[in-house]
């Protein structure tokens, strides 16, 4: 089976040749477009969840040797969650080549964040299985390096800060949840309040629901007195 163009200029921009170009096209394949004689990419993102996660974790205990677990994992969550991943996705132009259902293309799905990030998980699994976990392991650390170098600088962000200082403290992670929405369609207002395991917690509102989720995060940590 020989990739189309259009595939094979996705494989360069991702840095692996596939000897086995059926595993791309399973990889790209959403449930929407799935039949008996199609397997969709589910299968795939499971395996390269696991890959991703494992490649990530070792980068991060070979980049700061005196990093804690409590401080390690998480920078691991914020490097393999669903944002992340689909942050990957669209910075190779992955979006452009899902092969999508009708529907699903009609409803934007070659921009929704969970489809491009199990994608990318699928992408990584097909590698792994096409050529190895070495092959794997170089396109993670190829397309998530200067994410995974940034993971222990002392610039990280607030949700990752909150996390890292109560984890520290055994009290595990931060609970976020949207408890308000104003504002038209087109420019809403989120309202997350941010809970920690004892009780304490801090709300913020924002544009955005990732922004008031670290805005919160930062609020909550001004009361702990553990910012910076």
Same mark, same amino acid.
């Given at each position: ?5 259009? +595939?094979?200029?996705?494989?360069? =921009?991702?840095? $692996?040749?596939?000897? =086995?170009? @059926? +595993? ?5 394949? $959403? ?7 199609? =397997? ?8 390269? %969840? ?30 393999? /969650?669903?944002?992340?991943?689909? %942050? ?22 070659? /921009? ?25 392991? @170089? ?7 200067? &994410?995974?170098? /940034?993971?222990?600088?002392? !610039? /990280?962000?607030?949700?990752?800060? +909150? ?7 055994? +009290? ?8 308000? &929405?104003?504002? !038209?369609? $087109? ?15 801090? =709300? !913020? @509102? ?6 008031? @989720? ?7 940590? !001004? &009361? ?5």
């Amino acid at each position: 089976m020989r990739p189309s163009a259009e +595939l094979a200029a996705f494989a360069a =921009r991702i840095g $692996h040749s596939f000897a =086995r170009p @059926e +595993l791309l096209v399973e990889a790209l394949t $959403h449930p929407s477009l799935a039949s008996p004689g199609r =397997r969709s990419n589910q299968r795939l993102e499971f395996l390269g %969840d696991r890959v991703l996660g494992l490649v990530v974790a070792e980068a991060l205990l070979a980049g700061d040797s005196g990093a804690a677990e409590g401080q390690l994992a998480p920078r691991l969550n914020a490097l393999v /969650r669903q944002e992340a991943c689909a %942050d990957v996705a669209r910075a190779v132009g992955l979006g452009a080549v899902l092969k999508l259902g009708r529907s699903e293309m009609q409803s934007g799905g070659r /921009r929704k964040e969970a489809i491009l990030a199990d994608a990318m998980e699928a992408v990584i699994a097909a590698v792994y299985l096409d050529a190895g976990f070495a092959a794997a392991r @170089e396109l993670v650390l190829r397309l998530w390096g200067e &994410r995974i170098a /940034r993971a222990g600088s002392s !610039a /990280r962000d607030a949700k990752t800060e +909150l996390q890292e200082w109560t984890q520290a403290r055994g +009290l595990g992670l931060p609970a976020y949840a949207v408890v308000a &929405r104003t504002g !038209a369609d $087109h420019a809403p207002r989120f309202t997350v309040e941010v809970r920690l395991a004892d009780g304490m917690a801090a =709300r !913020a @509102e924002a544009g955005s629901r990732r922004a008031a @989720e670290q805005a919160a995060a930062a609020a909550l940590l !001004a &009361r702990l007195g553990a910012a910076g």
